[in-house]
């Protein structure tokens, strides 16, 4: 973990500030409302009971049980969970990178450096890929990460450019290190210039396509005259998805 100066320094060296967004604050009002049929269901239960109207003690009781034990065992301990992991959190974009206050803490990532980790649910051939949740984890090659809040606003635009601006901004440099015989790992999958490595190995020149299916991300190579799924990954393991995504386009098309 990076010290308080060094974080300053990082942010120093984003440059320009753009825009930011930050957390919403989730709507209690729902939980009030039930809140309050508990309170006058208990009540009426009560009165029912003490004044011998049976039958109505016992109508009030159901709803009292049902939306309490919703209220105690999900709704508070949810409503709880949200005000403290989102409180104060936000995402601010600069010219170079983000910076990021949770309650992890403050972390600033550059776009050149970011690494991201997403669900990804489907994807094909000269298609983007779309999310299967809108939760995304970025960091940097030294291992440090931080999850972006939920609470966030906004994350429906932040989101897809974010990968956009971290893929062109990562590009150039991947494709040289693969020019200079270097191997990118991208979680369970190792790519060199010329192939693909998972549980099993493949050349570039084998390879058919690469899907994403219901969460998987696999490669299909061409044996026997047919196309076989080589290997396939949940896409939440694959770092920089959209990365691989674009230079597995790129190296097959050579």
Same mark, same amino acid.
């Given at each position: ?20 967004? +930050? ?39 159901? /709803? ?12 508070? /301990? ?52 779309? /999310? ?62 010329? +192939? ?37 990954? /949940? ?20």
């Amino acid at each position: 973990m990076r010290s308080v100066d060094a974080e300053r320094e990082m942010v120093s060296a984003l440059g320009q500030y753009s825009h930011g967004y +930050t957390a919403t604050r989730p709507d209690s009002r729902v939980h009030l409302v039930s809140g309050t049929i508990v309170a006058v269901s208990g009540l009426t239960a009560i009165i029912g009971f003490t004044m011998g109207a049976t039958a109505l003690g016992v109508l009030a009781t159901i /709803p009292a049980a049902v939306l309490g034990a919703r209220l105690l065992l999900w709704d508070l /301990p949810w409503l709880a969970a949200r005000l403290g992991s989102d409180h104060g959190a936000r995402l601010d974009w600069f010219e170079h990178g983000i910076v990021v206050t949770s309650c992890q803490g403050v972390r600033a990532v550059r776009f050149d450096e970011m690494r991201v980790w997403r669900r990804v649910a489907e994807g094909a051939e000269g298609s983007a890929l779309s /999310p299967m949740s809108l939760t995304y984890r970025v960091g940097t090659a030294s291992g440090e990460a931080v999850t972006i809040p939920a609470g966030i606003r906004g994350r429906e635009q932040w989101g897809p450019a974010l990968v956009r601006v971290a893929v062109s901004a990562r590009l150039p440099g991947a494709r040289a290190r693969l020019d200079a015989g270097v191997r990118l790992e991208f979680g369970p999958f190792r790519i060199t210039r010329t +192939t693909v490595h998972g549980n099993q190995v493949a050349l570039w020149i084998q390879v058919r396509r690469i899907t994403v299916h219901e969460g998987l991300i696999g490669v299909w190579i061409r044996r026997g005259g047919k196309d076989v799924l080589l290997q396939a990954y /949940p896409t939440e393991l694959v770092n920089d998805i959209d990365l691989f995504w674009a230079l597995s386009r790129d190296l097959r098309s050579e």
